[in-house]
Protein backbone atom coordinates (compact mmCIF):
# COMPACT_ATOMS: atom_id res chain seq x y z
CA UNK A 1 0.00 0.00 0.00
CA UNK A 2 2.89 2.33 0.41
CA UNK A 3 3.60 2.56 -3.34
CA UNK A 4 0.02 3.86 -3.75
CA UNK A 5 -0.28 7.27 -5.52
CA UNK A 6 -1.13 10.52 -4.00
CA UNK A 7 -5.45 10.75 -4.61
CA UNK A 8 -6.04 14.47 -4.06
CA UNK A 9 -9.72 13.26 -5.66
CA UNK A 10 -12.98 15.71 -4.87
CA UNK A 11 -15.02 12.14 -4.41
CA UNK A 12 -15.13 9.43 -4.57
CA UNK A 13 -11.96 10.15 -2.23
CA UNK A 14 -8.96 8.84 -0.05
CA UNK A 15 -9.99 6.48 2.43
CA UNK A 16 -7.08 5.72 5.43
CA UNK A 17 -4.76 2.99 4.12
CA UNK A 18 -6.13 1.27 7.55
CA UNK A 19 -10.12 0.44 7.27
CA UNK A 20 -9.17 -0.49 3.35
CA UNK A 21 -6.95 -2.90 5.22
CA UNK A 22 -9.74 -4.15 7.90
CA UNK A 23 -12.44 -3.77 4.73
CA UNK A 24 -10.47 -6.26 2.71
CA UNK A 25 -10.33 -8.57 5.84
CA UNK A 26 -13.94 -7.88 6.25
CA UNK A 27 -15.33 -9.03 2.23
CA UNK A 28 -13.99 -12.72 3.16
CA UNK A 29 -14.77 -12.83 6.62
CA UNK A 30 -16.87 -10.29 9.14
CA UNK A 31 -15.77 -9.89 12.72
CA UNK A 32 -15.25 -13.92 12.94
CA UNK A 33 -18.60 -15.03 11.55
CA UNK A 34 -17.02 -16.63 8.11
CA UNK A 35 -19.48 -14.55 6.34
CA UNK A 36 -18.31 -11.28 4.46
CA UNK A 37 -19.90 -7.93 5.06
CA UNK A 38 -21.56 -8.01 1.71
CA UNK A 39 -23.53 -11.23 2.45
CA UNK A 40 -24.84 -10.62 5.54
CA UNK A 41 -28.50 -10.23 6.34
CA UNK A 42 -28.94 -6.80 7.64
CA UNK A 43 -31.47 -8.26 10.26
CA UNK A 44 -29.09 -10.71 11.37
CA UNK A 45 -27.23 -9.84 15.05
CA UNK A 46 -23.89 -9.36 13.27
CA UNK A 47 -24.97 -6.54 10.63
CA UNK A 48 -26.92 -5.22 13.50
CA UNK A 49 -23.86 -4.72 15.63
CA UNK A 50 -21.93 -3.06 12.69
CA UNK A 51 -24.67 -0.91 13.09
CA UNK A 52 -24.88 -0.31 16.16
CA UNK A 53 -20.71 0.51 16.73
CA UNK A 54 -21.14 2.50 13.54
CA UNK A 55 -23.70 4.89 15.34
CA UNK A 56 -21.74 4.66 18.32
CA UNK A 57 -19.18 5.30 17.19
CA UNK A 58 -20.43 8.44 15.13
CA UNK A 59 -22.10 9.60 18.82
CA UNK A 60 -18.61 9.71 20.31
CA UNK A 61 -16.74 10.99 17.93
CA UNK A 62 -18.98 14.47 17.30
CA UNK A 63 -20.45 14.29 20.58
CA UNK A 64 -23.77 14.39 19.47
CA UNK A 65 -26.97 14.85 21.92
CA UNK A 66 -29.00 12.19 23.04
CA UNK A 67 -31.97 14.03 21.62
CA UNK A 68 -30.91 14.01 18.03
CA UNK A 69 -31.05 10.68 15.91
CA UNK A 70 -28.26 9.11 13.69
CA UNK A 71 -29.50 8.03 10.18
CA UNK A 72 -27.34 6.29 7.57
CA UNK A 73 -29.63 6.74 3.93
CA UNK A 74 -29.03 6.29 0.12
CA UNK A 75 -29.47 8.60 -2.37
CA UNK A 76 -26.56 10.75 -2.09
CA UNK A 77 -26.48 14.55 -0.50
CA UNK A 78 -28.42 14.96 -3.96
CA UNK A 79 -31.82 13.12 -2.15
CA UNK A 80 -31.33 15.02 0.84
CA UNK A 81 -31.79 18.46 -1.27
CA UNK A 82 -35.54 17.54 -2.02
CA UNK A 83 -36.11 15.28 1.52
CA UNK A 84 -35.23 18.16 3.47
CA UNK A 85 -37.84 20.66 1.86
CA UNK A 86 -40.57 17.42 1.46
CA UNK A 87 -40.34 17.19 5.48
CA UNK A 88 -39.84 20.38 6.66
CA UNK A 89 -41.19 23.44 3.97
CA UNK A 90 -44.79 23.53 4.40
CA UNK A 91 -46.62 24.66 1.16
CA UNK A 92 -47.13 27.93 2.56
CA UNK A 93 -43.87 28.69 4.08
CA UNK A 94 -40.56 29.93 3.15
CA UNK A 95 -36.80 28.14 3.40
CA UNK A 96 -34.19 30.61 3.46
CA UNK A 97 -31.03 29.42 1.45
CA UNK A 98 -27.64 31.47 1.43
CA UNK A 99 -26.30 30.61 -1.93
CA UNK A 100 -21.90 30.45 -2.50
CA UNK A 101 -22.14 27.35 -4.93
CA UNK A 102 -23.54 25.26 -7.22
CA UNK A 103 -24.41 22.80 -4.83
CA UNK A 104 -25.68 25.04 -3.04
CA UNK A 105 -28.11 26.59 -6.20
CA UNK A 106 -29.08 22.88 -6.70
CA UNK A 107 -30.61 22.38 -3.42
CA UNK A 108 -32.07 25.39 -3.22
CA UNK A 109 -33.92 24.51 -6.42
CA UNK A 110 -35.25 21.56 -5.10
CA UNK A 111 -36.74 23.02 -2.84
CA UNK A 112 -38.77 25.29 -4.93
CA UNK A 113 -41.20 22.09 -5.31
CA UNK A 114 -42.75 22.35 -2.27
CA UNK A 115 -42.94 25.85 -0.96
CA UNK A 116 -41.32 29.27 -1.18
CA UNK A 117 -37.51 29.82 -0.75
CA UNK A 118 -35.71 33.20 0.19
CA UNK A 119 -31.95 34.21 -1.00
CA UNK A 120 -30.83 35.45 2.37
CA UNK A 121 -27.05 35.84 0.98
CA UNK A 122 -25.26 34.82 -2.32
CA UNK A 123 -22.24 34.83 -3.72
CA UNK A 124 -22.83 34.62 -7.58
CA UNK A 125 -21.77 37.98 -8.01
CA UNK A 126 -18.06 37.88 -6.97
CA UNK A 127 -18.21 34.17 -8.86
CA UNK A 128 -18.87 32.49 -5.20
CA UNK A 129 -15.38 33.74 -4.18
CA UNK A 130 -16.36 34.67 -0.64
CA UNK A 131 -18.18 33.38 1.70
CA UNK A 132 -21.02 36.15 2.68
CA UNK A 133 -19.73 37.90 6.12
CA UNK A 134 -22.66 38.21 8.98
CA UNK A 135 -23.70 41.71 7.53
CA UNK A 136 -24.71 40.42 4.45
CA UNK A 137 -26.89 37.71 5.36
CA UNK A 138 -30.62 39.03 5.69
CA UNK A 139 -33.14 36.43 6.84
CA UNK A 140 -36.75 36.33 6.08
CA UNK A 141 -38.91 37.08 9.25
CA UNK A 142 -39.63 33.29 9.82
CA UNK A 143 -38.33 30.66 7.88
CA UNK A 144 -39.65 27.11 7.98
CA UNK A 145 -35.19 26.46 8.34
CA UNK A 146 -32.13 28.14 7.26
CA UNK A 147 -30.02 26.09 4.32
CA UNK A 148 -25.96 26.47 4.03
CA UNK A 149 -23.10 24.68 2.53
CA UNK A 150 -20.54 24.43 4.80
CA UNK A 151 -17.61 23.68 2.10
CA UNK A 152 -17.86 24.80 -1.24
CA UNK A 153 -15.90 21.78 -2.86
CA UNK A 154 -16.14 23.34 -6.52
CA UNK A 155 -14.60 26.69 -5.64
CA UNK A 156 -12.63 26.13 -2.70
CA UNK A 157 -14.47 28.10 0.26
CA UNK A 158 -15.96 27.25 3.57
CA UNK A 159 -17.71 28.75 6.27
CA UNK A 160 -15.28 29.55 9.08
CA UNK A 161 -18.34 29.12 11.72
CA UNK A 162 -22.01 28.29 11.10
CA UNK A 163 -24.38 31.18 10.28
CA UNK A 164 -27.06 32.24 12.67
CA UNK A 165 -30.76 31.27 12.03
CA UNK A 166 -33.43 33.78 13.64
CA UNK A 167 -34.63 32.77 16.52
CA UNK A 168 -37.52 30.87 15.56
CA UNK A 169 -35.41 28.83 13.07
CA UNK A 170 -32.91 26.19 12.94
CA UNK A 171 -29.80 25.61 10.51
CA UNK A 172 -30.00 23.02 7.78
CA UNK A 173 -26.34 22.14 6.49
CA UNK A 174 -24.74 19.69 3.49
CA UNK A 175 -21.70 19.17 4.94
CA UNK A 176 -20.60 16.49 2.36
CA UNK A 177 -17.47 18.00 1.83
CA UNK A 178 -15.95 18.68 5.21
CA UNK A 179 -18.03 16.98 7.71
CA UNK A 180 -16.08 15.51 10.76
CA UNK A 181 -12.99 17.57 9.22
CA UNK A 182 -13.60 20.00 12.81
CA UNK A 183 -15.45 19.85 16.31
CA UNK A 184 -18.73 21.20 15.54
CA UNK A 185 -21.37 22.03 18.35
CA UNK A 186 -24.52 19.60 16.34
CA UNK A 187 -26.95 21.67 19.10
CA UNK A 188 -27.01 24.45 17.01
CA UNK A 189 -27.81 22.54 13.67
CA UNK A 190 -31.59 21.12 13.54
CA UNK A 191 -30.65 18.73 10.23
CA UNK A 192 -26.74 17.82 8.99
CA UNK A 193 -26.49 15.55 6.15
CA UNK A 194 -23.18 14.72 4.56
CA UNK A 195 -22.90 11.85 1.25
CA UNK A 196 -20.03 9.83 2.28
CA UNK A 197 -17.61 9.72 -0.36
CA UNK A 198 -15.88 12.72 0.34
CA UNK A 199 -15.10 12.64 4.21
CA UNK A 200 -16.69 8.92 5.64
CA UNK A 201 -16.50 6.21 3.58
CA UNK A 202 -17.55 5.07 0.26
CA UNK A 203 -20.32 6.41 -2.44
CA UNK A 204 -23.58 5.29 -1.47
CA UNK A 205 -24.45 6.25 2.08
CA UNK A 206 -25.35 9.44 3.52
CA UNK A 207 -25.00 10.48 6.78
CA UNK A 208 -28.49 12.36 8.00
CA UNK A 209 -28.17 13.85 12.03
CA UNK A 210 -31.59 15.47 12.92
CA UNK A 211 -32.92 16.45 16.06
CA UNK A 212 -35.69 14.44 16.98
CA UNK A 213 -38.30 16.93 18.27
CA UNK A 214 -38.60 18.11 14.32
CA UNK A 215 -40.02 14.23 13.64
CA UNK A 216 -42.86 15.69 15.11
CA UNK A 217 -43.74 18.33 12.65
CA UNK A 218 -44.97 16.31 9.32
CA UNK A 219 -45.65 18.89 6.80
CA UNK A 220 -47.34 16.99 3.65
CA UNK A 221 -47.94 13.47 3.34
CA UNK A 222 -45.25 11.56 2.02
CA UNK A 223 -43.88 8.16 0.50
CA UNK A 224 -42.74 6.00 3.07
CA UNK A 225 -38.89 6.17 1.92
CA UNK A 226 -39.17 9.97 1.79
CA UNK A 227 -40.12 10.52 5.44
CA UNK A 228 -37.43 11.28 8.04
CA UNK A 229 -39.81 9.91 10.94
CA UNK A 230 -39.86 6.75 9.27
CA UNK A 231 -36.43 5.87 8.83
CA UNK A 232 -35.50 7.39 12.71
CA UNK A 233 -38.49 4.98 13.99
CA UNK A 234 -36.88 2.04 12.37
CA UNK A 235 -33.24 3.59 13.20
CA UNK A 236 -32.10 3.35 9.30
CA UNK A 237 -33.74 -0.36 8.56
CA UNK A 238 -36.64 0.09 7.02
CA UNK A 239 -35.84 -1.15 4.29
CA UNK A 240 -32.08 -2.66 3.33
CA UNK A 241 -29.78 0.19 4.04
CA UNK A 242 -26.45 0.50 2.84
CA UNK A 243 -24.48 -2.30 4.92
CA UNK A 244 -20.85 -1.82 3.08
CA UNK A 245 -21.14 1.91 3.45
CA UNK A 246 -22.09 1.78 7.08
CA UNK A 247 -19.54 -0.77 7.80
CA UNK A 248 -16.70 1.28 6.24
CA UNK A 249 -17.96 4.36 8.02
CA UNK A 250 -18.05 2.64 11.26
CA UNK A 251 -14.18 1.89 11.13
CA UNK A 252 -13.74 5.51 9.68
CA UNK A 253 -15.13 6.96 12.66
CA UNK A 254 -13.39 4.56 14.76
CA UNK A 255 -10.39 5.58 12.75
CA UNK A 256 -11.19 9.44 13.10
CA UNK A 257 -11.15 8.49 17.28
CA UNK A 258 -7.84 7.04 17.39
CA UNK A 259 -6.29 9.97 15.30
CA UNK A 260 -7.21 12.17 18.40
CA UNK A 261 -10.56 12.94 17.41
CA UNK A 262 -12.32 16.10 15.87
CA UNK A 263 -9.90 18.80 17.40
CA UNK A 264 -6.64 16.72 15.80
CA UNK A 265 -8.18 16.13 12.41
CA UNK A 266 -8.95 20.24 12.42
CA UNK A 267 -4.96 20.97 13.60
CA UNK A 268 -4.26 18.42 10.89
CA UNK A 269 -6.35 19.63 8.28
CA UNK A 270 -5.33 23.55 8.76
CA UNK A 271 -1.45 22.82 8.77
CA UNK A 272 -1.95 20.44 5.60
CA UNK A 273 -3.71 23.42 3.91
CA UNK A 274 -1.15 25.30 5.14
CA UNK A 275 1.43 23.76 3.01
CA UNK A 276 -0.53 23.87 0.13
CA UNK A 277 -1.69 27.40 -0.24
CA UNK A 278 1.90 28.92 1.13
CA UNK A 279 3.17 27.16 -1.96
CA UNK A 280 0.81 29.62 -3.89
CA UNK A 281 2.65 32.44 -2.42
CA UNK A 282 4.51 34.80 -5.53
CA UNK A 283 2.66 35.66 -8.31
CA UNK A 284 2.68 32.55 -10.58
CA UNK A 285 -0.38 30.64 -9.03
CA UNK A 286 -3.67 32.12 -8.45
CA UNK A 287 -6.01 30.68 -5.56
CA UNK A 288 -9.47 30.79 -6.37
CA UNK A 289 -11.29 31.64 -3.08
CA UNK A 290 -10.88 34.70 -1.42
CA UNK A 291 -8.14 34.29 1.57
CA UNK A 292 -11.09 34.81 4.02
CA UNK A 293 -12.95 31.54 2.63
CA UNK A 294 -10.69 29.69 2.03
CA UNK A 295 -10.78 25.55 2.62
CA UNK A 296 -8.85 23.39 4.20
CA UNK A 297 -10.38 20.55 2.49
CA UNK A 298 -10.18 21.81 -1.01
CA UNK A 299 -7.44 24.08 -2.59
CA UNK A 300 -8.44 25.36 -5.64
CA UNK A 301 -5.96 27.58 -7.76
CA UNK A 302 -4.53 28.13 -11.45
CA UNK A 303 -1.40 29.00 -12.87
CA UNK A 304 -1.30 32.20 -15.52
CA UNK A 305 -2.80 30.18 -18.39
CA UNK A 306 -5.16 27.13 -19.61
CA UNK A 307 -2.49 25.83 -21.15
CA UNK A 308 0.13 25.87 -18.18
CA UNK A 309 -3.05 24.36 -15.92
CA UNK A 310 -3.09 20.91 -18.52
CA UNK A 311 0.47 21.05 -18.34
CA UNK A 312 0.54 20.73 -14.48
CA UNK A 313 -1.91 18.56 -14.73
CA UNK A 314 -0.13 16.12 -16.71
CA UNK A 315 3.14 16.45 -15.42
CA UNK A 316 1.49 16.17 -11.58
CA UNK A 317 -0.26 13.03 -12.49
CA UNK A 318 3.07 11.06 -13.97
CA UNK A 319 4.84 11.95 -10.12
CA UNK A 320 2.32 10.49 -8.65
CA UNK A 321 0.20 13.21 -7.70
CA UNK A 322 -3.27 12.25 -9.32
CA UNK A 323 -6.73 13.65 -9.32
CA UNK A 324 -5.60 17.18 -9.39
CA UNK A 325 -8.12 18.81 -12.35
CA UNK A 326 -10.66 21.28 -11.13
CA UNK A 327 -13.92 20.98 -11.76
CA UNK A 328 -15.22 21.69 -15.45
CA UNK A 329 -16.87 24.71 -14.30
CA UNK A 330 -14.11 26.50 -12.45
CA UNK A 331 -11.08 24.61 -14.17
CA UNK A 332 -7.19 25.28 -12.98
CA UNK A 333 -6.77 22.20 -10.66
CA UNK A 334 -8.09 21.32 -7.37
CA UNK A 335 -6.17 19.78 -4.67
CA UNK A 336 -9.00 17.90 -2.13
CA UNK A 337 -6.94 17.25 1.49
CA UNK A 338 -9.64 15.54 3.58
CA UNK A 339 -9.66 13.60 6.83
CA UNK A 340 -7.61 10.42 5.26
CA UNK A 341 -5.05 12.50 2.85
CA UNK A 342 -1.72 12.37 4.43
CA UNK A 343 0.14 15.78 5.21
CA UNK A 344 3.45 14.01 3.41
CA UNK A 345 0.92 14.18 0.11
CA UNK A 346 1.03 17.93 0.81
CA UNK A 347 4.15 18.45 1.39
CA UNK A 348 5.12 16.18 -2.06
CA UNK A 349 2.37 18.51 -3.88
CA UNK A 350 3.52 21.59 -2.54
CA UNK A 351 7.84 21.13 -3.76
CA UNK A 352 5.95 19.79 -6.82
CA UNK A 353 4.27 23.51 -7.20
CA UNK A 354 7.49 25.48 -6.66
CA UNK A 355 9.29 23.34 -9.34
CA UNK A 356 6.56 23.94 -12.12
CA UNK A 357 6.71 27.69 -11.03
CA UNK A 358 10.27 28.04 -11.50
CA UNK A 359 10.08 25.64 -14.35
CA UNK A 360 7.22 27.11 -16.39
CA UNK A 361 7.21 30.75 -14.57
C1 LIG B 1 -20.30 16.15 -3.77
C2 LIG B 1 -21.28 17.07 -3.12
C3 LIG B 1 -22.67 16.89 -3.25
C4 LIG B 1 -23.28 15.81 -4.11
O1 LIG B 1 -23.38 14.64 -3.40
P1 LIG B 1 -24.05 13.32 -4.01
O2 LIG B 1 -23.81 12.36 -2.90
O3 LIG B 1 -23.36 13.01 -5.29
O4 LIG B 1 -25.50 13.59 -4.22
C5 LIG B 1 -23.50 17.76 -2.59
N1 LIG B 1 -23.01 18.77 -1.83
C6 LIG B 1 -21.68 18.96 -1.68
C7 LIG B 1 -21.19 20.09 -0.83
C8 LIG B 1 -20.78 18.13 -2.34
O5 LIG B 1 -19.46 18.34 -2.20
Redesign the pocket.
Known amino acids: MSERPYNFS??PAVLPPEVLQEARGALLDLDGSGIGVLEHSHRGEVFRRVLAEAEAACRALANIPEDYAVLFLQ???????HMLPANFLPEDGVADYLVT?A?SK??LAEARHYGAVHIAASGAKGGFREIPGAAEIACSAAPSYVHF??????YGTQWAREPEPPESSWLAC????DVFSRPIEIARYGLLYA?A??NLGP?GV?LVVLRRALLQRAVRELPAMLRYALHAENNSLYNTPPAFGIYVMGRVFAWLQRQGGLAEMARRNAEKAQIVYAAMEGDFYRAVAHPNSRSHMNAVFRTPSAELDSRFVQEAEAAGLRGLRGHRSVGGMRASLYNAFPRAGCLALAEFMRDFARRAG
Open positions: AGGGAATQFGWKATSNNTIDASSGQKAT
